[in-house]
């Protein structure tokens, strides 16, 4: 029997709340456990529930979609984020991605990419476009500095494709490993350098050094 994901919706739409909650039960592999109609009532329904995955919409009353995300990877890191949006304006995206959350999903796109997006989140296979790689690089050429780097070798192999904008197949091809063990690298990565996706990964890497 495949394992159910957990999800709460955050948006302050109900009609949006309904469609999404249309979309993940068609699947049959998701359980909407919560919603909530601002960032305040996400943060307390997350903290209480504990679902594996949020749907954050980014404009809502009383908290963002943005503070709400700050929120609520403070207190519980492992709860997956992608935030939801109609807009692709790149400044939104970097803001979410810093922020801590895991993804960032338009609310327009086809109804099959729903499902496909969904689980490369949850397997930690979201790679980045090179350009959104490029701007937060851009963001910390000021800041640079060396450390030492605490990554074993293929480790610092993975690092590199990863900031090359490979997915995790990509990467297991290049590799000559399986796609299973990619994951548990990338997974190893994320939690060795306390950092929530794969843009704050790139962010922390070149900052230290460990990646030019």
Request: charged share 25%; no cysteine; proline share 3%.
């Amino acid at each position: 029997m495949t394992e159910r994901t957990r999800v709460l919706i955050a948006d302050d739409h109900v009609h949006a709340r309904e469609a999404i909650r249309e979309i993940l039960s068609a699947y049959g592999t998701y359980d909407i456990v919560s919603e909530a109609s601002n960032g305040e009532e996400a943060v307390a329904a997350t903290i209480a529930l504990q679902p594996e995955l949020v749907l954050m919409d980014i404009n809502m009353p009383s908290v963002d979609g943005f503070e709400a995300t700050r929120q609520i990877k403070r207190q519980s890191p492992e709860t997956k984020i992608i935030m939801l949006t109609v807009s692709e304006d790149s400044t939104h995206l970097f803001q979410a991605l810093k922020e801590g959350a895991q993804g960032y999903l338009l609310k327009n796109i086809g109804l099959t990419e729903w499902d496909r997006y969904i689980q490369a989140v949850l397997d930690d296979d979201t790679p980045f476009s090179k350009q959104l790689i490029q701007e937060t690089l851009q963001s910390l050429v000021s800041s640079k500095e060396t450390k030492p780097n605490p990554l074993s070798t293929r480790e610092q192999q993975v690092l590199e494709l990863v900031v090359a904008g490979a997915s995790n197949r990509v990467i297991s091809e290049q590799l000559y490993i399986s796609e299973h063990t990619v994951k548990n690298h990338i997974k190893s990565l994320l939690r060795k350098l306390n950092v929530h996706n794969r843009v704050e990964l790139v962010r922390v890497a070149y900052k230290n050094g460990w990646i030019t």
